[in-house]
């Protein structure tokens, strides 16, 4: 065998021992997804039966049980919400007394599983990403009798995991595509896209630059997104896929909430790898910690 033959095998041995290596790889990250899609699965389904349960209670002591009370009456307790009081934390409206809120649209377009949606800051644009991988807006003051969506952008390859909005407006996502994409409402178009690594798992902008988001990823990292510059500026290194990520007012702090039940607290102006400051999800150890799934402020 000549040593152009020996080398040519040797090469494509090597190559194959690459993507081998590479497809383990990802064989392992989506055993890692579903065992965490089902620990979430679980606490959903045991809040559900939980919040039944207190609504049951709730029915039978004001006597709305098997029908009792007329569908007239058992409304009478639903706020009346104008446009400026549906979904906006600064209605002023304390809902402590038992009130509940109301169905008022059924929003149709989407042909598969909706993983997010989000309003933006005025509660009159909803976007909306799933399975069919699509970002849909819909506007709230203007649905028409058909409601349907304002716009429907289609650039990912994959399906939509996470969407945010920043505070001007603009609305992001992230997907299985290993992207992280922005779009222009205003001019109903796609304006930037950086890739990622690993899968998209989570998105938000920061509130105090408009410009900037943070993502988290299924390859242990969240990372720090300028849309300016289309490009990844920081990444913070985790121990586990980071389910969930949010940002303080100041943009100074990054919380992530992971895979293991870990929430972080990172300091974007240091740039350290290690965390501010961690906190264990659940009981004590060694009881096991329980999957972050949303973190809010």
Same mark, same amino acid.
């Given at each position: 065998?000549?040593?152009?033959?020996?080398? /040519?095998?040797?090469?494509? $041995?090597?190559?194959?021992?690459? /993507?081998?290596?590479? *497809? $383990?790889?990802?064989?392992? $990250?989506?055993?890692?997804?579903?065992?965490?899609?089902?620990?979430?699965?679980?606490?959903?389904?045991? #809040?559900?039966? %939980?919040?039944?349960?207190?609504?049951?209670?709730?029915?039978?002591?004001?006597?709305?049980?098997?029908?009792?009370?007329?569908?007239?009456?058992?409304?009478?307790?639903?706020?009346?919400?104008?446009?400026?009081?549906?979904?906006?934390?600064?209605?002023?409206?304390?809902?402590?007394?038992?009130?509940?809120?109301?169905?008022?649209?059924?929003? #149709?377009?989407?042909?598969?599983?909706?993983?997010?949606?989000?309003?933006?800051?005025?509660?009159?644009?909803?976007?909306?990403?799933?399975?069919?991988?699509?970002?849909?807006?819909?506007?709230?003051?203007?649905?028409?009798?058909?409601?349907?969506?304002?716009? #429907?952008?289609?650039?990912?390859?994959?399906?939509?995991?996470?969407?945010?909005?920043?505070?001007?407006?603009?609305?992001?996502?992230?997907?299985?595509?290993?992207?992280?994409?922005?779009?222009?409402?205003? %001019?109903?178009?796609?304006?930037?896209?950086?890739?990622?690594?690993?899968?998209?798992? %989570?998105?938000?902008?920061?509130? %105090?630059?408009?410009?900037?988001?943070?993502?988290?990823?299924?390859?242990?990292?969240?990372?720090?997104?300028?849309?300016?510059?289309?490009?990844?500026?920081?990444?913070?290194?985790?121990?586990?896929?980071?389910?969930?990520?949010?940002?303080?007012?100041?943009?100074?702090?990054?919380?992530?909430?992971?895979?293991?039940?870990?929430?972080?607290?990172?300091?974007?102006?240091?740039? /350290?790898?290690?965390? *501010?400051?961690?906190?264990?999800?659940?009981?004590?150890?060694?009881?096991?910690?329980?999957?972050?799934?949303?973190?809010?402020?």
């Amino acid at each position: 065998m000549s040593s152009k033959s020996v080398s /040519l095998q040797e090469a494509m $041995e090597q190559e194959n021992r690459r /993507l081998r290596s590479k *497809l $383990e790889k990802v064989e392992k $990250e989506l055993r890692e997804l579903k065992r965490a899609y089902f620990e979430l699965s679980l606490r959903q389904g045991q #809040c559900a039966n %939980a919040t039944g349960e207190l609504y049951r209670a709730k029915d039978a002591k004001d006597g709305i049980v098997n029908g009792d009370s007329e569908p007239d009456k058992q409304n009478e307790h639903l706020p009346m919400a104008g446009p400026e009081e549906v979904a906006t934390p600064d209605a002023g409206k304390s809902f402590d007394d038992g009130r509940i809120f109301s169905f008022q649209h059924d929003l #149709c377009g989407h042909i598969g599983a909706v993983y997010s949606i989000k309003f933006n800051k005025r509660g009159n644009f909803l976007a909306s990403g799933g399975f069919d991988k699509t970002v849909r807006i819909w506007n709230l003051d203007y649905l028409g009798g058909d409601k349907v969506a304002q716009d #429907c952008f289609s650039e990912h390859g994959m399906y939509v995991s996470d969407v945010a909005w920043s505070v001007d407006g603009i609305v992001a996502s992230t997907s299985y595509d290993r992207t992280v994409k922005w779009f222009d409402v205003g %001019a109903s178009r796609a304006t930037g896209s950086v890739e990622v690594e690993g899968f998209g798992l %989570a998105l938000v902008f920061s509130p %105090a630059d408009p410009a900037l988001l943070i993502a988290g990823t299924s390859q242990n990292a969240a990372v720090l997104v300028d849309t300016r510059a289309g490009r990844v500026a920081m990444r913070f290194a985790n121990d586990a896929m980071v389910n969930a990520v949010e940002a303080d007012a100041d943009g100074v702090r990054v919380l992530t909430g992971d895979a293991r039940g870990v929430l972080k607290a990172w300091d974007v102006r240091s740039r /350290l790898d290690a965390p *501010l400051w961690s906190v264990r999800n659940g009981d004590p150890a060694p009881a096991p910690a329980r999957a972050v799934s949303h973190v809010h402020l």
